[in-house]
């Protein structure tokens, strides 16, 4: 256990994401096999059903404590997190045993699940005594939850890589589906033979160019088919030797957070690999990629979110039929072929991407005009004759992109989140320039990283000018580019602009306040009423 | 009417007709330290510990009239006796205890009961009526050993070294940066730079006699000097300004009692916390409450409903004070940087 705390305190200590994954590859390299598989269950975000509710927790605590009920929940109101509160409170002891950390998981805490009120009781109890002041707390943060230290899975797997010497892909995959935190399942990442990663092993994505010429520049338009341009996660989907794999592009192994693509891929013939894009659809529409991201980075789906946020595959490309890579085919007979396989699979969830019926570079135009409509975010021209490449090359697809709405805005004002853990500043609002002066015209929430928004939380506390309640009024120093998906005027509005959606695209360190656009720029975004 | 009381200017007694930490400016105050929440500019006369006068002078301007009393010295206001004893907390800084027909107030000011080498030690005073801060009223603040921590600062900054980065730690330029110095002095630790604030009280500390090892002030280094290995110590309104990009590839420690709760270290983006304070913990409030034997116990500053409530439920009759000048709790700590000497 205590190298397992000096791992969970190495990676605590600093915002440097190089020197938490330097400590992971240590523990990794050091550790025995039996702790080091826990590490990597526990670090890539899995955790224990809950084995004890809070309200249990607090009240053993605050008996061992001896602090009355209603000073303990003043001092949780001030740390903000319960495992934390607990391990602060409790008297101080020396720590004597060293038991191992797989001893400690195996028959400390998974048993806890099984045992009645009392044996729990007297199990917390004792651990608490056995532990010290830092290892209290990574034990209270098993028992009750993520560690959230800025680590991901990812991270995780980079860190394995290095210190097992094998490609990161092939931890990835070995990662995969049931891995179980056992010595042998660890010893298992770093074997040499790695037949078993090709089995699970995409093709290289085939990328396309943005088109920059004019339309007529590409010859005849009979030679080419148009489909929508999708705003979603590429994806390959791979049906193999009976298993199932759908990797991102980001080269991440992701099958298990899109069950219901998974489980229509189930049905396809071995040795097939679809080409496609993951998307939110609901009743025949896309829902916006924000919905898409409530999916993403999150371990267990809940019933609510796969019923919200449903997601499909828009296949638009066939890879490997019949076991046989057909990349070579012609983009025509792949297309072909692959309205076979998926009118033979019938399911809602792999759906045939709709070619577009055009006959000239006009109706290709027309279609263009008519993507912000169809939720698309712009079209995709592939030659009938193209083979699927490796990597990028120009001339046989292109993407001809909407142009998105976005816009240089200054961070005026800043107020915290919600929740428990309230103390973050993280809604904004920004404004642009009207005339010398920033007037406020859009509040965004989502888009930055936990480390900006602590390195921005930091800085707006520092930065304050007024204070109006929650809302602080902050230094206009920050810029940022926002996105947004549609633009009206408004009378309510003291801009006189009214954004959808607004969004955080990046933090634009390299603009100074008086680079940011201003309020002319904004209204000539504005769609015709 | 009670011995002290409080009004639109602060603790007031009346009957000697002077003031103990005026929240602004009036005729006769008595300063327990030199902290900006307490020492405030402006009144006519001061009298404050023989050992604080020059950072108490760096802090009110050298025209302010100020009296400087020895440890234990009584001053006699109208019938009221008054004398200053040692509470710990920064150099000079002082309890204030008055003593009226045999009835004894103690105004505690800021302290700490732990042994500190740039300051004379909290001596616990036997009184009727105790005034107390409660910065750090909550049982989760129970304070490391100091050795515990300065070892961790010690090791914190080798490492540093070692990966050929600067180590940057905020304290507050008065008091915590001193006694941070002074833990060093013997370990071997540096160069030592610092931030003009710190620097300029760090002088005073040495004027008044207190060993500290070399420093430098980082300013007076040529441009493009290469800062790898050093320690500097900033006082924390120095985080995230352009004065900081000097020292090249960096690590990022603050110092401070708040650095006890793990989401405050975490929401100022900092590498390292170190919960070094200036202030009582959790169980020394309540020692000193014992130790004092008052039969009544005002509480300002900080947690104070709660550590009355807590009082009270022990059967010590207490009750909550305003304080003026108090910084905003946790998350806002930041704000409060340069008032709050924790």
């Known amino acids: 256990m205590k190298r397992f705390v000096r791992l969970f305190t190495e990676i605590d200590n600093t915002t440097r994401t190089n020197a ?29 059903k809950r084995l004890i509710a809070v309200r249990k927790l ?47 998981i195996e028959k400390r805490l998974l048993p806890l699940a099984k045992q009645s009120e009392d044996q729990q009781r007297a199990a917390m109890l004792q651990a608490w005594r056995e532990l010290d ?51 042998a399942a660890f010893r298992a990442l770093s074997a040499p033979d790695s037949s078993d990663a090709d089995i699970s092993r995409p093709y290289p994505f085939f990328l396309a160019y943005a088109l920059e010429e004019e339309l007529d520049s590409l010859g005849d338009a009979a030679a080419w088919s148009a489909e929508w341009k999708w705003d979603g996660i590429r994806a390959q989907v791979l049906r193999r030797d009976g298993a199932t794999y759908i990797w991102s592009r980001g080269e991440e192994l992701v099958t298990e957070r899109f069950p219901e693509v998974a489980g229509a891929a189930d049905f396809l013939p071995d040795g097939t690999v679809l080409d496609g894009e993951l998307m939110p659809w609901r009743d025949g529409r896309p829902l916006p990629f924000s919905q898409l991201q409530r999916r993403i980075g999150r371990k267990s789906l809940g019933a609510t979110l796969l019923a919200d ?34 009118g033979q699979a019938r ?125 602080r009024h902050v230094r206009p120093e920050h810029v940022f580019e926002l996105g947004f998906e549609g633009i009206q005027g408004s009378a309510r509005h003291k801009s006189g602009v009214a954004v959808r959606f607004p969004r955080i695209l990046r933090w634009r360190t390299d603009k100074k306040p008086e680079e940011a656009d201003t309020i002319e720029a904004l209204r000539a975004l504005m769609e015709p009423a | ?38 020492a405030r500019w402006g009144s006519r006369s001061y009298a404050g510990a023989r050992d604080g006068e020059r950072v108490l002078r760096t802090r009110l301007g050298a025209t302010a009239d100020i009296t400087s009393l020895s440890w234990g010295e009584t001053i006699i206001m109208n019938g009221v006796r008054v004398s200053l004893h040692p509470a710990g907390h920064i150099l000079g800084s002082a309890q204030i205890r008055v003593e009226y027909r045999g009835e004894v107030w ?38 490391k050993s100091r050795q515990a921590l300065f070892q961790e600062i010690i090791d914190w900054w080798r490492a540093n070294r070692d990966a050929g980065r600067a180590s940057v730690l905020f304290a507050y330029a008065l008091g915590k940066a001193q006694r941070i110095l002074a ?153 409060a940087d340069e008032e709050l000497a924790a």
């Not at chain 1, 590859?25 to 080091?36: H, I, T």
């Not at chain 1, 394995?160 to 056992?182: F, M, N, Y």
């Not at chain 2, 200017?9 to 300063?31: N, S």
């Not at chain 2, 030690?121 to 989760?140: A, H, Q």
Request: a negative charge; glycine letters at 8%.
């Open chain 2, 183 to 335: 833990g060093l002095i013997t370990a071997d630790v540096g160069p030592i730079y610092t931030h003009g604030a710190v620097e300029r009280l760090t002088r005073d500390y040495r004027d008044a006699g207190i060993a500290l090892p070399p420093t430098t002030h980082a300013t007076t280094m040529p441009r493009g000097h290469n800062f790898a290995g050093a320690l500097i110590l900033a006082p924390p309104s120095a985080g995230g300004t352009t004065w900081l990009r000097r020292f090249g590839e960096q690590s990022h420690a603050f110092a401070s009692g708040w650095m006890q709760i793990r989401g405050t270290r975490r929401s100022r983006a900092l590498d390292r916390g170190f919960a070094l304070s200036d202030h009582a913990d959790w169980p020394s409030l309540l020692e000193t409450v014992r130790e004092t034997g008052a039969e009544q116990v005002w509480v300002t500053h900080g947690y104070r409903e709660q550590l009355v409530r807590f009082l009270e439920g022990n059967g010590i009759s207490a009750q909550a004070v305003a304080s003026r000048w108090e910084g905003e709790l946790e998350g806002d700590v930041a704000i």
């Open chain 1, 133 to 183: 002041g830092m290892e209290r707390f990574v034990w209270n943060k098993l028992i009750t939850g993520a560690f959230r230290i800025g680590v991901s899975q990812q991270l995780v797997m980079r860190a394995l890589a290095k210190a097992l010497d094998v490609e990161e892909g092939i931890i990835a995959h070995r990662l995969s589906g049931s891995w179980q935190p056992t010595a």
């Open chain 1, 20 to 48: 938490k994954v330097d400590a992971m590859v240590d523990y990794f390299k050091e550790a025995d096999p039996a702790d080091a598989a826990w590490a990597v269950h526990f670090l890539s975000g899995d955790r224990p």
């Open chain 2, 106 to 143: 103690v105004v505690s000011g800021d302290y700490k009961t732990e042994i500190d080498p740039t300051c004379a030690p909290f001596e616990p005073l036997r009184c009727n009526v105790f005034i107390t801060e409660s910065t750090f009223g909550l049982p989760i603040y129970r304070w």
């Open chain 1, 347 to 471: 399911s809602a969830a792999l759906m045939l991407s709709p070619a577009l019926d055009i006959r000239s570079w006009d109706d290709v135009r027309a279609a263009y005009l008519r993507a912000r409509d169809m939720g698309a975010e712009g079209l995709m021209l592939k030659r009938h004759d193209s083979s699927y490449g490796v990597g990028r090359r120009k001339g046989e697809w292109w993407k001809w992109k909407l142009q998105p709405f976005s816009v240089d805005a200054v961070m005026l004002y800043a107020q915290p989140g919600h929740g428990r853990r309230a103390s973050l500043h993280t809604d904004y609002t920004f404004g642009v320039w009207d005339n010398g002066t920033l007037v406020p015209f859009a509040k965004a929430y989502t888009g930055l990283t936990d480390t900006e928004i602590r390195e921005l939380d930091a800085w707006i506390r520092r930065n304050t000018m007024e204070k109006f309640g929650p809302v």
């Open chain 1, 309 to 342: 946020v449903p997601v499909v595959l828009i296949a638009y490309d066939l890879l490997e039929a019949d076991g046989r890579d057909v990349r070579n085919e012609t983009f025509a007979w792949r297309r072909k072929r692959l309205a076979e396989l998926l």
């Open chain 2, 1 to 38: 009417m009670t011995l002290l009381q409080l009004n639109e200017h602060g603790l007031y007694c009346r009957t000697g007709d002077f003031y103990i930490d005026p929240w602004g400016a009036v005729d006769r105050a008595i300063i327990t330290h030199a902290h900006g929440d307490h």
């Open chain 1, 58 to 104: 607090v009240d053993w605590a605050t008996a061992e404590t001896g602090v009355p009920p209603w000073l303990f929940e003043e001092c949780y109101d001030a740390v903000g997190d319960l495992a934390e509160t607990i391990a602060l409170l409790l008297p101080q002891t020396p720590a004597a045993s060293d038991t191992p950390l797989h001893v400690w």
